[in-house]
């Protein structure tokens, strides 16, 4: 039996995806060919999607951009037996998936799997390595699992790049007899689907890291806060967790040991601010979403007041691939104190959007020019904005910098999530200042004061620059504004929200006078 | 808008469904929303006392949260994102234009009942934008007459559907 694979997660899906499958679905049935249909996750080259594969020799070879009129041909092309890529001459036919060089230039670690099979397959995901940290991490007393995480250097994912066994290291030390490991799901920055992508295309590895987090500090509560524009993703974590529950990977007894980790998804309900660690954790008690001050820590007061565990997605994933292969492999990659590999995602106007992990330390232009090849317009790249709405643009001298935490806080930037957004000749970079100001004034939690009125104040002075009113002065206003936004909010959202719009100032003057 | 007798009985039972969680409310909410597609301001009470929770709890947290509608609104939610990436694709004419064709603001749902139209803030597939999501379809590279279309295609669903019941 030959098997067809077609993607299915978010984009893939919103590219056409299911329409596809359905067509190939209907023409195998009527034909009565002897093809198995595999719905896969996305390899994240969303360019390429509705990205067909077949498998041939144990290789896997793609179509791109599969339209509904094509799907015949392509059944064609795959029945016929005397088929050689080398020969193939069908217009959509990309050769062998894995050496197209926007994908053979990637590190894989997180997302090695990511489209490979079905998501929800746990036999899939057991062949492919998954659940061999689990069981290492069964076999290890809790201080040594901390140990491993800490020897990794891994530092959460979700922005503020903290050490993760650092912050482990304080829940495993406070004692309490209840704490929770929380999965901060709620990907707010614009630009980015790195998270989505992972719940979506490899949920278990989520699901892993985060049983293993509970090994590690003695909890065994887990919640999954998730934001609530993800619907795709909401689906399939649900299965994916309802699947562990019947085959004894989650509930009382894990993998049939006296261990107990209970797991459950929770949804936002469209607050940015959420994704803040302390106001994520106020939404899950059921409250407004207000940040609240540090300390204490989260990791020694959180959830209900118990000592909890607050990481990222991709953090939690790591976790999965650093008890399986061990710290020192993954240490391996990356560049000075940034260690491992940093799915940057692609986004934007860009001729080839998608998630890209690499080992960190390749620069900015790489990214934009060698993977993205410019932008989906034609047109001249006039901005790159990193690290989500919060992220400054970054200055046209500075492309070269290489993508790590520190060299890019030295350039009064930030990785934060790995979002890249481009931005062609055609954007109006007031409009983007204005935006990221009016973004602050909307999901601001309304805590303090600077964030709360200074965003207000903003899009006034904004709009009064707008309309050639005092524009020197009004200026200098902004910026006095931007500095005390940034030096007395308490957290990032109105701390950094000057960022984008200070540096659209000074990068883009011509569009502000 | 006044709840009957029978919406009372199935406020009821929602809110028994997920009383046992830990912090409940998001989830009653959501669940509330799923069934009602607002917030009844009479199940407000209600949630309220079967949660422990004073009304005014209850109330800040409609309040706080884009996802929680105090007003029935339109049949279908129509969101467009408004986020960065999508900016970047052409959003924001797709947003005049949406408005336009529809007739309504954002937060506004068509005169038919039929749609919702609002901004989201990223919908995660900002890599093929600019996105829209209508209920939970989520639709990508959405120009102004895919738009036009995406619309027909759910007006004519919905004719159908009248039809055949
Ligand atoms: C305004 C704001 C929004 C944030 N949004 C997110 C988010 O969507 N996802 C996330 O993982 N972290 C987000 N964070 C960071 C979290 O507060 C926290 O640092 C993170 O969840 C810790 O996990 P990590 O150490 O694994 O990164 C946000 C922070 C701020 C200030
Ligand atoms: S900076 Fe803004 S979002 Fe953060 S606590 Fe203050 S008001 Fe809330
Ligand atoms: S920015 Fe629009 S989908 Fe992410």
Same mark, same amino acid.
């Given at each position: 039996?030959?098997?067809? !694979?077609?993607?299915?997660?978010?984009?893939?899906?919103?590219?056409?995806?299911? =329409?596809?499958?359905?067509?190939?679905?209907?023409?195998?049935?009527?034909?009565?060919?002897?093809?198995?249909?595999?719905?896969?996750?996305?390899?994240?080259?969303?360019?390429?999607?509705?990205?067909?594969?077949? /498998?041939?020799?144990?290789?896997? !070879?793609?179509?791109?951009?599969?339209?509904?009129?094509?799907?015949?041909?392509? =059944? /064609?092309?795959?029945?016929?037996?005397?088929? %050689?890529?080398?020969?193939?001459?069908?217009?959509?036919?990309?050769?062998?998936?894995?050496?197209?060089?926007?994908?053979?230039?990637?590190?894989?670690?997180?997302?090695?799997?990511?489209?490979?099979?079905?998501?929800?397959?746990?036999?899939?995901?057991?062949?492919?390595?998954?659940?061999?940290?689990?069981?290492?991490?069964?076999?290890? *007393?809790?201080?040594?699992?901390?140990?491993?995480?800490?020897?990794?250097?891994?530092?959460?994912?979700?922005?503020?790049?903290?050490?993760?066994?650092?912050?482990?290291? @304080?829940?495993?030390? @406070?004692?309490?007899?209840?704490?929770?490991?929380?999965?901060?799901?709620?990907?707010?920055?614009?630009? @980015?689907?790195?998270?989505?992508?992972?719940?979506?295309?490899?949920?278990? *590895?989520?699901?892993?890291?985060? #049983?293993?987090?509970?090994?590690?500090?003695?909890?065994?509560?887990?919640?999954?806060?998730?934001?609530? &524009?993800?619907?795709?993703?909401?689906?399939?974590?649900?299965?994916?967790?309802?699947?562990?529950?019947?085959?004894?990977? =989650?509930?009382?007894?894990?993998?049939?040991?006296?261990?107990?980790?209970?797991?459950?998804?929770?949804?936002?309900?469209?607050?940015?601010?959420?994704? /803040?660690?302390?106001?994520?954790?106020?939404?899950?008690?059921?409250?407004?979403?207000?940040?609240?001050?540090?300390?204490?820590?989260?990791?020694?007061?959180?959830?209900?007041?118990?000592?909890?565990?607050?990481?990222?997605?991709?953090?939690?994933?790591?976790?999965?691939?650093?008890?399986?292969?061990?710290?020192?492999?993954?240490?391996?990659?990356?560049?000075?104190?940034?260690?491992?590999?940093?799915?940057?995602?692609?986004?934007?106007?860009?001729?080839?959007?998608?998630?890209?992990?690499?080992?960190?330390? $390749?620069?900015?232009?790489?990214?934009?020019?060698?993977?993205?090849?410019? @932008?989906?317009?034609?047109?001249?790249?006039?901005?790159? *904005?990193?690290?989500?709405?919060?992220?400054?643009?970054?200055?046209?001298?500075?492309? %070269?910098?290489?993508?790590?935490?520190?060299?890019?806080?030295?350039?009064?930037?930030? $990785?934060?999530?790995?979002?890249?957004?481009?931005?062609?000749?055609? #954007?109006?970079?007031?409009?983007?200042?204005?935006?990221?100001?009016?973004?602050?004034?909307?999901?601001?939690?309304?805590?303090?004061?600077?964030?709360?009125?200074?965003?207000? +104040?903003?899009?006034?002075?904004? %709009?009064?620059?707008?309309?050639?009113?005092?524009?020197?002065?009004?200026?200098?206003?902004?910026?006095?504004?931007? %500095?005390?936004?940034?030096?007395?909010?308490?957290?990032?959202?109105?701390?950094?929200?000057?960022?984008?719009?200070?540096?659209?100032?000074?990068?883009?003057?011509?569009?502000?006078? | 808008m006044g709840l009957n007798l029978d919406y009372k009985a199935e406020l009821d039972n929602i809110?028994?469904?997920? #009383?046992?969680?830990?912090?409940?409310?998001?989830?009653?909410?959501?669940?509330v929303?799923?069934r009602f597609?607002h917030?009844p301001k009479d199940a407000?009470?209600i949630?309220?006392?079967?949660?422990?929770?004073?009304?005014?709890?209850?109330?800040?947290?409609?309040?706080?949260?884009?996802? !929680?509608?105090?007003?029935k609104?339109?049949?279908?939610?129509?969101?467009?994102?408004?986020?960065?990436?999508? *900016?970047?694709?052409?959003?924001? /004419?797709? &947003?005049?234009?949406?408005?336009?064709?529809?007739?309504?603001?954002?937060?506004?749902?068509?005169?038919?009942?039929? $749609?919702?139209?609002?901004?989201?803030?990223?919908?995660?597939?900002?890599?093929?934008?600019?996105?829209? +999501?209508?209920?939970?379809?989520?639709?990508?590279?959405?120009?102004?007459?895919?738009?036009?279309?995406?619309?027909?295609?759910?007006?004519?669903?919905?004719?159908?559907?009248?039809?055949?019941?």
């Amino acid at each position: 039996m030959r098997k067809l !694979f077609i993607p299915n997660d978010t984009s893939a899906v919103a590219m056409g995806s299911n =329409l596809v499958a359905n067509r190939f679905e209907e023409l195998i049935k009527n034909k009565s060919l002897d093809i198995q249909i595999i719905r896969n996750g996305s390899r994240g080259m969303f360019w390429l999607e509705p990205l067909v594969e077949f /498998e041939s020799d144990f290789k896997r !070879f793609g179509f791109q951009s599969v339209d509904l009129s094509e799907v015949e041909s392509i =059944l /064609e092309f795959i029945c016929d037996d005397s088929f %050689d890529a080398a020969l193939n001459k069908h217009p959509k036919f990309l050769g062998e998936t894995e050496s197209i060089e926007y994908f053979k230039k990637q590190q894989r670690l997180s997302f090695f799997r990511s489209g490979l099979g079905d998501p929800l397959c746990i036999d899939h995901y057991s062949s492919l390595e998954g659940f061999t940290g689990l069981k290492k991490a069964l076999e290890m *007393q809790p201080q040594q699992i901390v140990d491993e995480v800490k020897n990794s250097g891994l530092r959460g994912r979700g922005g503020a790049a903290f050490p993760t066994g650092i912050k482990w290291q @304080t829940v495993l030390d @406070t004692a309490h007899s209840k704490k929770y490991i929380v999965c901060n799901a709620d990907e707010g920055d614009s630009g @980015t689907f790195a998270d989505r992508l992972l719940m979506e295309s490899d949920p278990y *590895q989520l699901i892993e890291g985060m #049983i293993i987090a509970g090994l590690a500090v003695n909890a065994n509560q887990g919640y999954i806060y998730l934001r609530s &524009e993800y619907p795709f993703a909401h689906a399939t974590l649900n299965t994916a967790i309802s699947r562990c529950y019947a085959e004894g990977i =989650l509930g009382q007894n894990v993998l049939g040991k006296k261990i107990c980790f209970e797991l459950e998804v929770r949804l936002g309900a469209g607050a940015y601010i959420c994704g /803040e660690e302390t106001s994520l954790l106020e939404s899950l008690e059921g409250k407004r979403g207000l940040v609240r001050s540090k300390p204490p820590l989260p990791a020694i007061e959180g959830l209900f007041g118990c000592p909890t565990v607050v990481n990222n997605v991709l953090t939690l994933g790591a976790i999965s691939t650093i008890l399986c292969k061990g710290s020192d492999y993954y240490k391996n990659y990356g560049t000075g104190r940034s260690r491992g590999t940093l799915p940057v995602q692609l986004s934007g106007n860009i001729k080839r959007g998608g998630l890209i992990e690499i080992p960190f330390g $390749i620069s900015l232009r790489e990214i934009v020019e060698d993977f993205g090849g410019g @932008t989906f317009s034609g047109n001249p790249v006039k901005a790159i *904005q990193v690290g989500g709405p919060l992220g400054a643009f970054v200055d046209r001298d500075k492309w %070269d910098t290489p993508m790590d935490y520190e060299a890019f806080s030295a350039i009064n930037s930030m $990785i934060g999530h790995g979002g890249i957004v481009v931005f062609d000749d055609q #954007i109006n970079m007031f409009d983007q200042a204005r935006f990221a100001m009016e973004f602050c004034a909307i999901e601001s939690c309304g805590k303090c004061t600077p964030c709360r009125i200074g965003s207000t +104040r903003g899009l006034e002075v904004l %709009d009064k620059i707008s309309s050639k009113k005092d524009v020197e002065d009004n200026l200098i206003l902004l910026e006095e504004l931007c %500095d005390t936004m940034e030096h007395s909010s308490l957290c990032a959202m109105g701390g950094m929200t000057p960022f984008p719009v200070k540096s659209a100032v000074e990068l883009y003057k011509e569009d502000f006078t | 808008m006044g709840l009957n007798l029978d919406y009372k009985a199935e406020l009821d039972n929602i809110i028994r469904d997920h #009383i046992d969680m830990e912090g409940p409310l998001l989830p009653v909410l959501h669940a509330v929303m799923a069934r009602f597609s607002h917030i009844p301001k009479d199940a407000i009470p209600i949630i309220a006392r079967k949660l422990n929770l004073s009304s005014a709890e209850v109330s800040g947290v409609v309040s706080f949260y884009h996802d !929680f509608k105090k007003e029935k609104v339109g049949r279908h939610k129509v969101q467009i994102c408004r986020s960065e990436a999508c *900016q970047a694709m052409g959003s924001r /004419e797709l &947003e005049v234009h949406a408005k336009k064709s529809l007739k309504v603001d954002f937060g506004e749902s068509t005169n038919d009942d039929l $749609i919702f139209l609002e901004p989201v803030y990223c919908l995660g597939n900002c890599a093929c934008s600019p996105s829209v +999501r209508i209920d939970d379809e989520i639709h990508a590279r959405v120009t102004p007459s895919g738009f036009d279309k995406l619309i027909s295609d759910l007006r004519s669903v919905n004719h159908h559907k009248a039809r055949n019941s």
